[in-house]
Structure formats: C-alpha cells, structure tokens
C-alpha cells in the first residue's frame, strides 16, 4: 500500500483514519519483511479513533509514522533492538515523538534495526535481519533497515531514522525511497538513545521528497532539552520549486573511486547531466583529506559509543542477572545482552581512549574531522550542492559482508565524510542496476536544508525514479 501524504489525507476525509491504520496494520501483519519489532495496534487504533472523532486537525492527522526502535516512545517497547533492553518500555517520548502527536501523526510501530545502531545492513538485530523489498535475499542498508523497508514495502508512509555515519542514507539507497540526514542540530536528539553523540542526527524517510519535506517540517526545530539543538525554523516545504537554472553542482571525484560499481557511477552522472539539461552546472571539486574520513569516523564513533554504553549495566532496565557482586552482575548482563558487533566497538573504542593512545587515535582523528570540514567549506565556496553515490553499489546480499566486519566498514565510504562535517544530504533513487535501486545524495552547506531538497525535488519532477515500486510482495 503506497500513498502520498495528500492520497491519504483525502482517504481519511472520505472515510477514517481507523480504517487507513487498520490497512497498513494488516500489510505489516502478513509481511515477510521483518521491518517490524514491535507493532503498537492496539495504542494505534485507539489514536485513530481519536483522530476520527474530531479530536485533531493537525498536518499529519491520522496518517501512521513508522519510529526507529532507538528512538523513544511512551509506553511502546522500544529496544535498539538489543536483548539488553528487552522489555524497556520507555516513561517518555522523544521531541520528534512530541512534534508527531502534536500534528496528529499515528505511531505504528518500531521498526528494525542494527542493534544500538551499529551496522549497515541491519543483520546484527537481536530479532533477525530485515529484508530488502527489492529482493528478499538481499539486505535493506542499515543502521535504518527496517524503517526504510517499511517504506518502501509500503507498511508505513512515513518513518523516522537515524544516521550517525549513512544509516538513512545507506537504507534508503538500497531500498530506492528518499531519506535525509539534516544538518547537525536542526532535528533534537532529545529521546535518541546515544551511540556517538556528536554525528548521530534522527533524519526521515518517505516515498517522495514532497512528502520528506513535510514530515521535516514537523520534526525539526528547537528544543532547549538538547543543548545541541539549533534555534533554526524553516518551512522547508516551501522549497520545493521545480527549477534548478542557476544552481552550480560540485562533483567530488573521491566520491568515484575505487570500488564504486559502473552501474553506480553511470546512474549518478545521468542525473548530474539531467539537472544540466534543466538548467544546471557543474564543476569537478578537491576533497583531499576524503580518503580519511573513514578511519576517522570510525575512531570517533566507537570511542564515543564506548562511553555511553556503559549505562547499560544491568541495574536500571532491561536484561539482568541476581548476583551478590556488581561487578559479575555487570560483565554477565553486558556479555549476554550485547551482539558481537556492539562488543567489537565498545572494545575499540575502549582501547582508543585508553592512556597511550588517546592522542595517538582519538585526538588525531578529531584533527582530521576538523581537515573534513574545511574541506566542505572551500567546496561550497565555489558551488551550491554537491552529487555523489550514496552508496557505491546497491544492495549486497544477505550474509555476504556479515563476517567481514571491515568490508562492511568500507562500504560506508561515501557517506561517514557528512557526518563527521555536519552538513545535511538527502539520498534519492536515481536509477536501477538489475532491478535493485541506486541511491544518489545531494549534500549541501549548514542549515540549507532548502537547496537541497529543491534540487531533489527538481530531478523527482523530471524522472520516474521515485514512482517505482517493488513487486510481488
């Protein structure tokens, strides 16, 4: 079941909201996706119901939102799909959770994911890895699969994600719908169960960039709870002009390197020269320290992922053992509640931190965080937006790159580079290698938000790209 935000507003005004939920819940019911841990039905309904009676008018009133499962949700399970938090149930709602409700949205359910976010394909979930629609034997990009999958299998017609290195980007390329990573501090992270603080930003999913603009709207803005947030208020919808004439395009041409498939690289450079036809240009740009960006980020996350999961102790929620001695309750729960991948990280980051090492690795890669940056503001001296891959190849299948933790790294190439400067992306379906979605991302300066989803937009309005959907399902 696919629909347009408008498709559905105009539903409900001819029937109900209950009888929309009730569709999508019978889709998620029969599905084979695994985009799904927890399906909120029964809170769902009632919020229908509600909505039906005349008790909210707001922008997304009655439609159904999808939430990452580390995003925090009153009274709804919600696990980072970790057996650590098994059975937490959080005392809160996240803001985007706030501004959800507020304009009438309908929490369906929390979608799956790599556990605590650490991942690319979302097999490390504690509750199975979720399939790509496209081809159920392949994976759906992660940390974000599930959210991206629910989407694009048409269980949900909105989501919400998170993206601490690609992780909406990533998913939304492999499974062809549209996904942002907005500027850092635009979205507060208020509710958003930490894995690396200083990258992570929660970011939408939808079918268009239409529709991504006008979840964005309701998401974003400033909440003093979140020091990092930004007192910046946009209608972003209202960027949304089909004219791209003017707009210079920078193509960085380490984001074409070794390892990116033809397909990607061919499809990418389509949509460059399309943009061209409308009106555009573009330029060739530098960015030398690129090729750095993954150790970096990699440095960076996992030490700062170190820190903050060391809450997880067993004492306060989730999993725990009955020992006399904190100290063996401590290592039994982390040792039985974490994956292999959590645990991997944590030991890294541990060690990176560690005396001796700390300005050997860490300090050294927030100095190449800094070159990153600068990189990206001499690049927006000259242009307004660059083109990349997001990915550089679709969907791998599943199991393939599970073993080899650091293949599964490297495939994180062409997005880590945003994150680690701050400035926003959205990821767009530009084309189709043997029948699975390629992704492209249009990265523009801090807080302009607006240039780059008008430049999406424009190449939406002038290919089909987006109204493609999987079969069979």
Known sequence: ?????????????????????????????SSKLNAFVTVAAESAIARAKEIDSGGHDGVLAGIPVAIKDNISTKGIRTTCSSNILTGYVPPYDAHVIERLKAAGAVIIGKTNMDEFAMGTSTETSYYGATKNPWDTDRVPGGSSGGSAAAVAGGEAPLSLGSDTGGSVRCPASFCGVAGLKPTYGVISRYGLISYANSLEQIGPFATSVRDLAAIFDVVSGHDLRDSTSVDRKTNYSSALENDVKGLNIGVPAE???????????????????TLEDLGATWTEVKMPHTKYALSAYYIIAMSEASSNLARFDG?????????????????????????????????????????????????????????????FERAFNDVDVLIAPTMPYPAFKLGEKIDDPLSLYLADVDTVPINLAGVPSISIPCGFSDGLPIGMQVIGKHFDEAAILRTAYTFEENTDYHTKRPEGL
């Open 255 to 273: 984001y074409f390197g070794e390892g990116t498939d033809e397909a990607v690289e061919k499809s990418v450079w389509n949509a460059i020269h």
């Open 1 to 29: 079941m696919w629909a347009s935000i408008n498709e559905l507003r105009e539903r409900i005004h001819a029937g109900s909201s209950e009888e929309v939920v009730c569709e999508y819940l019978d889709r998620i019911g």
């Open 315 to 375: 004492m306060r929620y989730g999993i725990r053992t009955e020992d006399s001695n904190w100290h063996t309750t401590f290592s039994q729960v982390r040792a039985a509640g974490f994956g292999e991948e959590v645990k991997r990280r944590i030991l890294l980051g541990t060690y990176a931190l560690s005396a001796g090492y700390h300005d050997k690795y860490y300090l050294k890669a927030l100095k190449v965080r800094t070159l990153i940056k600068q990189d």
